[in-house]
């Protein structure tokens, strides 16, 4: 992986075209989305540069790469430009050669992207729990409204059967959820895995995964990090470079 670390504010130069044979990704370090699309970039073979954004403090060019104004977005050599990071992933999936993480069966398809709305829920939860964490207030009612909708996804793995959520081998659905599961430690959630067998063995195997252990921030540097977001301090975005 090639490109920047440190992120670039509001002021600084726009960088260059894109390399030939290059994809760049707008990216923030410690961003789940953006980790969604650096696993599919790893996974298969695509080679990237990363651009960091300061998210406090964008360039008013960024908004040119991603009109939301959102982290990720990519950018080809040929001036494609694509964001929302469902979308970033099932670009890379479909223009890219080298495996395939979505399933070719329709049905099994269908299945994956009825998933990962419910897992909006989770994620939903979480985000709340983080919010309020930051505001110092008590977590433990958001906490159980998490643990409930977590449920989702041990009943949805237990019925499968299989090692992973979309069968024998990790696929689209499994790199979609992950980056959450990094966060656990910062949201004080881990003990929902006491009761989900199933997705407690799945996150071992996803541990051994060589995208994800490309991609592993350790739980301190999260909490580094979220501590100097919470207070609105832009070096956040630079935490531990
Ligand atoms: N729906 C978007 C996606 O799936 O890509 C969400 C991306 C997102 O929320 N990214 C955050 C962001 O860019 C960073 S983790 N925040 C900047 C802002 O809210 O201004």
Redesign the pocket.
Known sequence: MTGSQRSLAKGSAAPGPVPEGVTRLYS?R?????Q??RLVLIAKGIKHEVVN?N??N?PDWFFEK?P??????IETSDGKIV??????CDYLDEAFPGVKLTPADPYEKAQQKILLEHFSAVTSAMHKILLAKKDNQDTTELKTQFFEKFKILEGALAKRKSPYFGGESVSMIDYMIWPWFERFGVFEVQEVLENSPSVKAWQELMLQDPAVKETFTEPDVFRGFFELYSKNNWDAFDYGL
């Open positions: 923030m410690f961003c789940p989305y953006v969604r699309a954004i998210l406090k964008k991603s939301l104004g959102l982290v990720p977005s964001y929302e990071s469902p979308v970033v």
